[in-house]
């Protein structure tokens, strides 16, 4: 089963919360139709909220909400994108805004993988710019490693600004 995520859904925890939701729901769907088996009345829908993220993954896969066998489907290819997916750590001076991490999210799955994860982190003396860390390799696309690797032009800047 080829499992479409949404650009909402980019993290690991994210993702981990959407498994457990699945699996509470699916519990309910077994629940309600053993109980329609056993009192011969037709199944009804569970009363539960599912979230949007879910229902995202739901509908971009082509499950309906009451097709439990489909629904084991996406709960096993969910685990194991979980299991196998590459993560990538963004750390940047200020965290993205919704609108950003979806155009990343976007990038790194049509560029990357179209699985990847991606979790967010401030760190306020990169100044700007992105580390990115995957796996154990780190790419420093800070503006402080591009200040530190032209010191000379800081000089210049500086003698241009006393004057």
Do not use: C
């Amino acid at each position: 089963m080829s499992v479409r995520m949404p650009n909402d859904l980019y993290s690991p925890d994210q993702l981990s919360a959407i498994i457990l939701e699945l699996r509470s729901y699916l519990a309910q769907l077994h629940d309600g139709a053993v109980r329609a088996k056993t009192a011969h009345t037709p199944m009804e829908a569970p009363a539960t909220h599912l979230s949007a993220l879910l229902m995202g993954v739901m509908h971009g896969t082509g499950i309906t909400t009451t097709d439990s066998a489909e629904a084991e489907k996406l709960l096993k290819g969910l685990e194991a994108i979980r299991d196998k997916a590459p993560a990538v750590h963004l750390m940047m001076a200020a965290l993205p805004n919704r609108t950003l991490k979806r155009q990343l999210t976007a990038w790194f799955r049509a560029e990357v993988h179209p699985y990847t994860l991606m979790t967010f982190a401030v760190r306020m003396d990169i100044g700007g710019g992105v580390v990115m860390q995957a796996g154990s390799h780190i790419y420093d696309f800070s503006f402080r490693q591009q200040i530190l690797g032209n010191k000379q032009r800081i000089s210049e800047i500086f003698a241009g600004v006393r004057q």
